[in-house]
């Protein structure tokens, strides 16, 4: 390929990527996606996800307009409840410990149902999360933790419809087109990139990326994240090495946010180095509320129901990070085996299974049997069998007087067949990034806008610290990408 020129540069090829780019073009923009990765591995970390979204809603008639074809028969068995705006800053803000910006928390919380109607219109189907999302619990489904619907198809859903729609619009995409470089003369002028082994310059007059973190990136994982690190598995594609961050450092960009933290969970423990996608997500193991996880010493070593997955899964990966041997068992038996998730039922996956416990803990590879059998016979004498167990609700069935304690959903495990899954730390991507305003124009280390230079996606910082509420990456990357979209397309017209 030759040097070109176009309007509009989306680095990237994710959900937040589209996004931009589909809003560009509706300002009548020219538009040129930029896919690091052949066809075959195409649409970034998106494609690796649930394709969850978690968004401000107040009931059955709005998420009626995201799913038309609700029937009467589907909402009459569901209690999809609300999730108002109010509660959508609540749980940003606690579970980020308070520190995630507010003018990108108000964006992110305030547009969150107008993108997905966006969305909609552009050809993005969503679907009730009954799987995951949801326990039948008196004859109905409830559901729970903030999150009541997926794209269809998941994540290879999301990204097959987004590629499709930009199709249809007429946006350019080149594939093995790897960015190196931002063209830069005191504003951005295009990119330079390495498109089939050969380096050319594309010019254009704005400029957006998002391309994702570093977490592909074992070097970065461990300069920025700490010891250990490198040996992570990464959930998603092997493409995400920070290329977009550091393009745009180079010309003077301001990291900013939480460069030490990132989303990582439970992961399978001999899944690949990276993420498979013929399995997707399925690696993951969140079922974890219902049991208990024991490390090589056969200790616990966290709060299993301290409060509802969506709120601890992305902290979680990095506390088994830190066990002897980088790994953990989370432990089941008859009682809650029926309610664990689809994941827990693939052919790729490392499970014991066992009629006794004493035949269960001589199966759990690198642990001492004699410390498992003993922890889990003292977590059994200290549940409090009189609370009600409830897998909807936070339902306050508790240890006591355990060092470590458990707060909910703790039930005795004494009920044969005894089942285990081995588990790593998957990580899914890091939280340091860019700094950017409220038109998601990248700011200069000084403060000021780059010229025709925006950024959307997992490469934005500031908005996630420490930990994430479930749906909210996709959600995010929906929001930011329209914005950097718009403000891209108004650059390009000017």
């Known amino acids: 390929m030759a040097n070109k020129t176009t309007d509009v540069i989306v680095v990237g090829a994710g959900n937040a990527a589209f996004c931009a780019a589909l809003t560009a073009r509706e300002q009548g923009a020219r538009v040129t996606v930029l896919e690091r990765a052949p066809e075959a591995e195409r649409g970034g970390n998106s494609r690796f996800t649930a394709g969850a979204f978690r968004f401000a809603h107040n009931g059955v008639e709005d998420l ?39 003018d990108m928390v108000e964006l992110l919380v305030t547009r969150s149902k107008e993108a997905l109607l966006w969305m909609r219109s552009k050809g993005v189907r969503f679907i009730p999360m009954w799987g995951r999302q949801a326990f039948k619990i008196d004859g109905k489904f409830k559901f729970w933790g903030g999150i009541v619907l997926e794209a269809w198809g998941g994540g290879p859903g999301l990204t097959d419809m987004l590629f499709a729609a930009a199709e249809h619009e007429g946006i350019e995409v080149l594939y093995d087109a790897r960015a190196v470089d931002l063209l830069y003369n005191d504003s951005v002028e295009g990119v330079r ?80 180095a990276f993420g498979d996608l013929a399995v997707g997500d399925n690696f993951q193991k969140h079922s974890y509320p219902l049991g208990i996880m024991l490390n090589a010493r056969g200790e616990r070593f966290v709060d299993e129901g301290a409060d509802i997955r969506n709120y601890t899964y992305a902290k979680y990966g990095r506390v088994i990070l830190r066990q002897p041997g980088q790994f953990a068992w989370q432990i089941f038996d008859n009682q809650v085996i029926p309610l664990l998730r689809d994941e827990y039922r693939i052919r790729q996956v ?60 703790a039930n005795t495990i004494d009920e044969p067949p005894f089942e285990a899954y081995a588990v790593t730390c998957g990580i899914t991507f890091t939280f340091g990034g860019l700094r950017i305003d409220q038109n998601a124009q990248v700011l200069e280390s000084d403060g000021n806008p780059i010229s025709n230079l925006y950024a959307a996606g997992e490469l934005v910082g500031g908005l996630f610290y420490f930990n994430y509420p479930g749906g909210s990456g996709l959600m995010a990357g929906s929001v930011f990408g329209r914005i950097a979209g718009t403000s891209a397309g108004q650059a390009a017209r000017r």
């Open 350 to 409: 490392t499970r014991v299974r066992a009629d006794s416990l004493e035949e269960l803990v001589e199966k759990l590879e690198d642990v001492d049997p004699g410390g498992a059998l003993a922890t889990i016979r003292e977590y059994n004498a200290a549940v409090r069998t009189d609370i009600a167990f409830n897998p909807a609700v936070k339902d306050g069935r508790c240890t006591e007087g355990l060092e470590v304690p458990k707060s909910n959903w």
């Open 64 to 102: 009626r307009q995201l799913m038309p074809d609700l029937t009467e028969q589907e909402i009459a068995n569901s209690d999809f409840g609300a999730y108002t705006e109010e509660q959508f800053f609540d749980d940003l803000a606690r579970v980020t410990e308070y520190r995630a910006d507010p």
């Open 193 to 272: 990139v390495r498109h089939k082994g050969k380096t050319v310059e594309i010019k254009s007059r704005a400029v957006v990326l998002a391309c994702g973190g570093f977490e592909a990136n074992a070097e970065w994982r461990t300069r920025y994240l700490g010891t250990s690190w490198d040996v992570a598995k990464v959930r998603g594609t092997r493409f995400n090495t920070g290329d977009g961050i550091r393009m745009a450092l180079d010309i003077g960009a301001m990291p900013w946010g939480n460069w030490s933290g990132c989303h990582a969970v439970g992961w399978e423990r001999n899944a690949p």
